[in-house]
C-alpha cells in the first residue's frame, strides 16, 4: 500500500472546514449554539480515538487503523488514523462486501456542516465493469462520492449537511462473477480527521435554593440545574456586576479543544454532564458596603447558551448597628407639640386626617415612652434584627408616662404619640465636578409620617404597621423642651403569596 504524503497541516481546521466552494466560514461566524466536535483528531491534531466512530462493516469489509492511528497527535493525513479496508489482502472484495463508520449527532443537536480529511486507496485505474465506491452520506443526501473512474481524493473536504447521522462507506457492489480487485492497491478510505458541526439551540434550565435578604456574612446557595442538549459547562455568581462565585463541570472529559480559531471545539462523544444537583455556590459579602446589592447567578452550557437562574436586588447587612427596641428617656416638662400628617398606616385607636392642635393635647411633663414588636417576625438575623412578611400587617405596642406630683404615671388618655418610618434610599443626582456634570449615587432619608396614635388606659398605645420595604420605625413623644424617641429596625423580605 503506497501512500502519498501531503504537506504538514499545521492547522488541521483550516484544510477541514476552508474547502473551496464550502461556504461555512465556521471560525468567523461561530455564535451561542454553534459547536464544531471531532472525532480521530482535533483540529490541530489532538489524539481523540476512535470510539464515536461506529463500525458498519459487511462481508469482507473491516476497519482498523493505519500509520500513528486515532490515538497519537498528527499534523498531516498521512501520520495516522483510521481504515475501512477488505480481506484478506491482496485478494479482490466479493461482491456485497463494505466496510465504514455510521456517526450518530449526539441528542439535542442538529447537524449542520462536515469537514473529512480523508484519502479514497486503489481509486486510481478503472477495470471493466468495475464497481468500486466511495460515499460520503447523511439521510436522504450524498455529501461526496468517488469511483475508479473518478479518481482518488485526499485532503480536507467540507459540506453543508442536515439530519441526525452520518455515513461513510467504501463498498465493492459488483455483480456475480465480477470483482473489485484494484491495480493500484488494496481498497479502502483513510479518515484522520472528522469534524461535525452542530447546532444547539437550547438553553438550560436551572434553579436556586438558599437565596436570602437580608444577609450578612456568606451567603451559600444551591444550583440545580439540567440541559437536554451538550450538556453544561459553568455555572457564575455576579454582585453588582462583579464575578463572586463560580463553578465548573464535566472535568478534563469536557474540556474544549484549543484551536486557533473562535469556535467551540469539542471531541465527539466528550462526556459533559446533563444534569447536577445542589451544587454550592459561595457568595461571601464581607467586602460588600451595606445596602441594597443585585444579585445574578447564570448558568451556560457548553455551546455558550446561558439561563439567568437569580436576578435580584438582595440587602447586605454586615455592619449594621441595631438600635434597641425600647428607650426610657427623662427629659423637660411641657405641652405636645404637634406634627403634621401624612401617608402611612392605620393604627389601632388611631385618628385619621390632620393631628389635634396643640392646645388640645394633653401635656405629658418628663416623658418615657416604650415601643415593642408585639407580633412574631418571619425571623431574627444574625444580628437580631426582626425580618417581617412584605404585605403583612404587624402589631406594635408601648407605653408613654409621664410625672404627676413626682411620681411616674400612664400618660392620660388620648395623649397623642406620633411614628415616623425612615426609608433609606440610593439616589442617582447630577453634580457639577472640575466644571463637568457627573452622576454620583448618594443616600437620601424618605420620611413617612403617621400622627395621632392616641393612648389608653394609662399611656398604653397600640398600632398595626404593614412596612413594604427595610425601614427604622420611630415612636415618639415631644413638647416644646423636651421629647422622647424609640427606633426599631426592621428588615422587610418578599411574599408574594400573602397580599392585603
Same mark, same amino acid.
Given at each position: 500500500?503506497?501512500?502519498?504524503?501531503?504537506? %504538514?497541516?499545521?492547522?488541521?481546521?483550516?484544510?477541514?472546514?476552508?474547502?473551496?466552494?464550502?461556504?461555512? #466560514?465556521?471560525?468567523?461566524? #461561530?455564535?451561542?449554539?454553534?459547536?464544531?466536535?471531532?472525532?480521530?483528531?482535533?483540529?490541530?491534531?489532538?489524539?481523540?480515538?476512535?470510539?464515536?466512530?461506529?463500525?458498519?462493516?459487511?462481508?469482507?469489509?473491516?476497519?482498523?487503523?493505519?500509520?500513528?492511528?486515532? @490515538?497519537?497527535?498528527?499534523?498531516?493525513?498521512?501520520?495516522?488514523?483510521?481504515?475501512?479496508?477488505?480481506?484478506?489482502?491482496?485478494?479482490?472484495?466479493?461482491?456485497?462486501? #463494505?466496510?465504514?463508520?455510521?456517526?450518530?449527532?449526539?441528542?439535542?443537536?442538529?447537524?449542520? =456542516?462536515?469537514?473529512?480529511?480523508?484519502?479514497? &486507496?486503489?481509486?486510481?485505474?478503472?477495470?471493466?465493469?468495475?464497481?468500486?465506491?466511495?460515499? =460520503?452520506?447523511?439521510?436522504?443526501?450524498?455529501?461526496?462520492?468517488?469511483?475508479?473512474?473518478?479518481?482518488?481524493?485526499?485532503?480536507?473536504?467540507?459540506?453543508?449537511?442536515? @439530519?441526525?447521522?452520518?455515513?461513510?462507506?467504501?463498498?465493492?457492489?459488483?455483480?456475480? @462473477?465480477? !470483482?473489485?480487485?484494484? %491495480?493500484?492497491?488494496?481498497?479502502?478510505?483513510?479518515?484522520?480527521?472528522?469534524?461535525?458541526?452542530?447546532?444547539?439551540?437550547?438553553?438550560?434550565?436551572?434553579? $436556586?435554593?438558599?437565596?436570602?435578604?437580608?444577609?450578612?456574612?456568606? +451567603? %451559600?446557595?444551591?444550583?440545580?440545574?439540567?440541559?437536554?442538549?451538550?450538556?453544561?459547562?459553568?455555572?457564575?455568581?455576579?454582585?453588582?456586576?462583579?464575578?463572586?462565585? !463560580?463553578? *465548573?463541570?464535566?472535568?478534563?472529559?469536557?474540556?474544549?479543544?484549543?484551536?486557533?480559531?473562535?469556535?467551540?471545539?469539542?471531541?465527539?462523544?466528550?462526556?459533559?454532564?446533563?444534569?447536577?444537583? =445542589? $451544587?454550592?455556590?459561595?457568595?461571601?459579602?464581607?467586602?460588600?458596603?451595606?445596602?441594597?446589592?443585585?444579585?445574578?447567578?447564570?448558568?451556560?452550557?457548553?455551546?455558550?447558551?446561558?439561563?439567568?437562574?437569580?436576578?435580584?436586588?438582595?440587602? $447586605?447587612?454586615?455592619?449594621?448597628?441595631?438600635?434597641?427596641?425600647?428607650?426610657?428617656? !427623662?427629659?423637660?416638662?411641657?405641652? !405636645?407639640?404637634?406634627?403634621?400628617?401624612?401617608?402611612?398606616?392605620?393604627?389601632?385607636?388611631?385618628?385619621?386626617?390632620?393631628?389635634?392642635?396643640?392646645?388640645?393635647?394633653? =401635656?405629658?411633663? *418628663?416623658?418615657?415612652?416604650?415601643?415593642?414588636?408585639?407580633?412574631?417576625?418571619?425571623? &431574627?438575623?444574625?444580628?437580631?434584627? %426582626?425580618?417581617?412578611?412584605?404585605?403583612?400587617?404587624?402589631?406594635?405596642?408601648?407605653? +408613654?408616662?409621664?410625672?404627676?406630683?413626682?411620681?411616674?404615671?400612664?400618660?392620660?388618655?388620648?395623649?397623642? #404619640?406620633?411614628?415616623?418610618?425612615?426609608?433609606?434610599?440610593?439616589?442617582?443626582?447630577?453634580?457639577?465636578?472640575?466644571?463637568?456634570?457627573?452622576?454620583?449615587?448618594?443616600?437620601?432619608?424618605?420620611?413617612?409620617?403617621?400622627?395621632?396614635?392616641?393612648?389608653?388606659? @394609662?399611656?398604653?398605645?397600640?398600632?398595626?404597621?404593614?412596612?413594604?420595604?427595610?425601614?427604622?420605625?420611630?415612636? *415618639?413623644?415631644?413638647?416644646?423642651?423636651?421629647?422622647?424617641?424609640?427606633?426599631?429596625?426592621?428588615?422587610?423580605?418578599?411574599?408574594?403569596?400573602?397580599?392585603?
Amino acid at each position: 500500500m503506497t501512500i502519498t504524503k501531503p504537506s %504538514p497541516l499545521a492547522r488541521r481546521a483550516a484544510v477541514i472546514l476552508a474547502a473551496a466552494g464550502a461556504s461555512l #466560514a465556521l471560525a468567523s461566524t #461561530a455564535h451561542a449554539g454553534s459547536v464544531v466536535l471531532w472525532a480521530c483528531h482535533g483540529p490541530e491534531g489532538q489524539a481523540l480515538e476512535s470510539g464515536p466512530l461506529m463500525t458498519n462493516d459487511s462481508g469482507t469489509g473491516f476497519t482498523t487503523t493505519y500509520g500513528g492511528g486515532c @490515538g497519537a497527535a498528527s499534523v498531516a493525513l498521512a501520520d495516522g488514523g483510521a481504515l475501512a479496508t477488505f480481506e484478506p489482502a491482496g485478494s479482490p472484495p466479493p461482491a456485497e462486501s #463494505a466496510a465504514g463508520w455510521r456517526i450518530l449527532v449526539p441528542t439535542g443537536t442538529t447537524l449542520t =456542516a462536515v469537514g473529512l480529511e480523508r484519502a479514497t &486507496l486503489g481509486f486510481g485505474t478503472p477495470l471493466p465493469g468495475d464497481a468500486l465506491e466511495y460515499t =460520503a452520506s447523511v439521510p436522504g443526501e450524498t455529501l461526496e462520492s468517488a469511483s475508479p473512474q473518478s479518481g482518488p481524493l485526499a485532503g480536507g473536504a467540507s459540506f453543508a449537511a442536515s @439530519g441526525d447521522e452520518l455515513d461513510l462507506q467504501v463498498a465493492c457492489d459488483a455483480a456475480p @462473477g465480477s !470483482s473489485c480487485a484494484e %491495480p493500484d492497491g488494496p481498497p479502502g478510505l483513510q479518515l484522520s480527521a472528522l469534524a461535525l458541526t452542530v447546532t444547539d439551540p437550547d438553553p438550560p434550565r436551572a434553579a $436556586v435554593a438558599g437565596v436570602e435578604s437580608p444577609v450578612a456574612g456568606p +451567603l %451559600p446557595l444551591m444550583l440545580t440545574a439540567t440541559d437536554d442538549g451538550l450538556g453544561l459547562a459553568s455555572a457564575t455568581a455576579t454582585l453588582d456586576g462583579q464575578a463572586v462565585a !463560580s463553578a *465548573s463541570f464535566g472535568g478534563g472529559s469536557c474540556a474544549a479543544l484549543a484551536s486557533p480559531d473562535s469556535a467551540i471545539n469539542l471531541a465527539l462523544g466528550a462526556d459533559c454532564p446533563s444534569s447536577v444537583s =445542589a $451544587v454550592p455556590l459561595t457568595v461571601s459579602t464581607a467586602n460588600v458596603p451595606d445596602g441594597p446589592h443585585h444579585l445574578v447567578v447564570t448558568v451556560t452550557d457548553i455551546a455558550g447558551n446561558s439561563t439567568t437562574a437569580v436576578d435580584q436586588t438582595i440587602d $447586605v447587612l454586615n455592619h449594621l448597628t441595631v438600635p434597641g427596641s425600647t428607650a426610657f428617656l !427623662s427629659v423637660g416638662t411641657g405641652g !405636645s407639640s404637634a406634627t403634621p400628617s401624612g401617608p402611612g398606616s392605620h393604627g389601632v385607636g388611631a385618628s385619621s386626617g390632620s393631628s389635634p392642635a396643640t392646645s388640645s393635647r394633653p =401635656a405629658c411633663a *418628663s416623658p418615657r415612652i416604650t415601643a415593642v414588636l408585639a407580633g412574631h417576625p418571619l425571623r &431574627l438575623s444574625g444580628q437580631g434584627v %426582626p425580618v417581617l412578611w412584605r404585605y403583612t400587617r404587624y402589631l406594635f405596642t408601648g407605653r +408613654l408616662t409621664c410625672v404627676k406630683n413626682h411620681k411616674t404615671v400612664g400618660a392620660p388618655d388620648n395623649t397623642i #404619640a406620633d411614628i415616623q418610618s425612615v426609608i433609606a434610599t440610593r439616589v442617582r443626582v447630577r453634580v457639577k465636578s472640575h466644571g463637568k456634570t457627573v452622576i454620583r449615587t448618594r443616600i437620601k432619608d424618605t420620611i413617612v409620617d403617621r400622627t395621632g396614635v392616641a393612648t389608653y388606659r @394609662g399611656g398604653i398605645f397600640r398600632v398595626l404597621l404593614h412596612p413594604w420595604t427595610t425601614r427604622t420605625i420611630d415612636f *415618639s413623644y415631644g413638647s416644646r423642651t423636651s421629647s422622647t424617641l424609640v427606633k426599631i429596625f426592621v428588615v422587610v423580605t418578599p411574599n408574594a403569596r400573602r397580599r392585603l
